[in-house]
């Protein structure tokens, strides 16, 4: 056994992304305790940033010690209690997982489903509501890292209060990549993860909640079934002001890379950002567009930060990407579920996002698809 070098690679898939070396050597940092006031100085300080990414003033916003699965957990643990009806869209691969979590949870979940590449329908949303009239939370995701498609977060969230539901929404693949706005919109609890457009580690899914959601929290007639995902013993550690009280050792180094990756999302300012991932996308989609290559999602419905393009017709998916990996250290990301083999996905998150990316791909690309 020797160390582990890792080739360098760019990281052009459905994330992780690429990490800035600025976020790489905060990591490197020294190990400090979880309880040192210099480390809990920091920790207010993700806090207050995080508030900033995600757009609110909400107390409960904070990074849950695990990759993105586990903030969808968190909020499903915490908000859903055994016989609850929550309605789940599913246009993808993570509305699917979102299900498999209502269910754990013992939930009764209603599934409203739309085609994989298209937008979660508001209007069979509604009507799902209206079958449904004792639903107590709507759940779906922002940002469909498996096709590509850019849901509208503000409609969804108004039907759903309509009809007096909390919403859960999936934007792990959304932050900072695409207007994320959780007070104006009115999400009650939002996950959210790091290796995407934050363009940090993966290992961490920061999470927000609202008064509505905490209300629900603290009236549960049951106890949280996770111990280590309920909110009630987490706040005492990530809360403000209050003393910190042990719960779990946090990943002291990962929350050095979050914090790093949030000053620089501040440094750039949030609508820069969105800018930026758009410049790119367009400047993907020309240069793809110019090949014949066609994008799966339509065009007012995408991500600009996760592209699905239809594979050529005759093109050997397996071998062109790993012509891609093997000759260019290039990463892509292949099709899920019904589009495994008919699709790749092209990521341009965070620090990926920028033009010699753009340009690097398009290029090894032609070469490949040449040869
Ligand atoms: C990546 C992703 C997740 C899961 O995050 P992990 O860090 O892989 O656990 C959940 N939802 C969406 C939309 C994602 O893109």
Not at 180 to 185: C, N, T, V
Not at 188 to 210: I, R
Not at 217 to 239: A, C, E, I
């Amino acid at each position: 056994m020797q160390s582990f070098n890792p080739p360098i690679r760019t990281l052009m898939g459905p994330g992780p992304s690429d990490v800035h070396p600025r976020i790489l050597s905060a990591m490197a940092r020294p190990t400090i305790g979880h309880l040192d006031p210099e480390f809990v100085r920091m920790m207010d300080e993700v806090k207050t940033l995080l508030k900033y990414a995600f757009q609110t003033e909400n107390e409960m916003t904070m990074p849950v010690s695990a990759p993105g699965s586990a903030g969808m957990e968190t909020c499903f643990v915490n908000l859903v209690e055994p016989g609850d009806k929550v309605i789940v869209c599913i246009n993808g691969v993570f509305g699917g997982r979102m299900k498999e979590n209502v269910e754990r949870t013992g939930g009764v979940c209603v599934e409203v489903h739309d085609d994989w590449g298209t937008v979660v329908s508001p209007e069979k949303l509604e009507a799902a509501l209206i079958a449904n009239p004792d639903a107590k939370i709507v759940a779906f995701v922002h940002a469909e890292t498996s096709t590509g498609a850019c849901s509208d977060v503000k409609t969804l969230c108004e039907i759903a209060h309509k009809y007096n539901c909390l919403t859960i929404v999936d934007s792990v693949t959304g932050l900072a990549g695409v207007p994320l706005k959780i007070d104006e919109w009115n999400v009650d609890a939002v996950y959210s993860g790091t290796q995407k457009c934050l363009s940090c580690t993966p290992g961490l899914s920061p999470v927000s909640f609202n008064e509505r959601a905490l209300e629900k929290v603290r009236n549960r007639k049951t106890k949280v079934q996770s111990w280590f995902l309920d909110l009630n013993l987490v706040m005492g550690y990530w809360g403000q002001g209050v003393k910190r009280a042990y719960h779990h050792t946090a990943p002291v180094n990962a929350l050095y890379a979050l914090h790093e990756s949030l000053v620089m999302l501040k440094e750039e300012g949030l609508e820069n950002s969105w800018a930026r991932h758009a410049a790119m996308h367009a400047k993907l989609r020309d240069g793809l567009e110019a090949m014949g290559i066609k994008f799966l999602v339509n065009e007012n419905d995408r991500l600009p930060q996760l592209n699905s393009v239809w594979i050529p017709e005759g093109v050997d998916d397996a071998a062109v990407r790993a012509e891609l990996l093997n000759t260019y250290n290039l990463e892509i990301g292949a099709g899920l579920g019904a589009l495994a083999g008919k699709v790749w996905r092209i990521g341009l998150m965070g620090f990926s996002a920028k033009e010699e990316n753009v340009l690097f791909f398009l290029s090894a690309l032609k070469a490949v698809l040449n040869k």
